[in-house]
């Protein structure tokens, strides 16, 4: 389960970004700064999914390194 969780990081990152501002405003008669913590949870889980992405090496990078080497 856990790797499968890991293969889609990402997806479920950018999903939780884009509901997090829209929970926060329906949240605002709970608590009046939800919005703007939405906002940021919301920016925070599109900016780890770059860093993710940035930092995962492409799968046609690795196919041509392990056929270099060998």
Known sequence: MLRRI???VVPILCIIA???PIIGM???DFYY???VFGW???FCCLVASYIIV???PDEDDAV???TESH
């Open 33 to 35: 700064y939800s919005t």
């Open 64 to 66: 041509t390194s392990t």
């Open 54 to 56: 940035s930092k995962r």
């Open 40 to 42: 940021t949870i919301g």
């Open 18 to 20: 884009l509901l997090a």
């Open 26 to 28: 329906l949240l605002i």
């Open 6 to 8: 890991k293969r889609h």
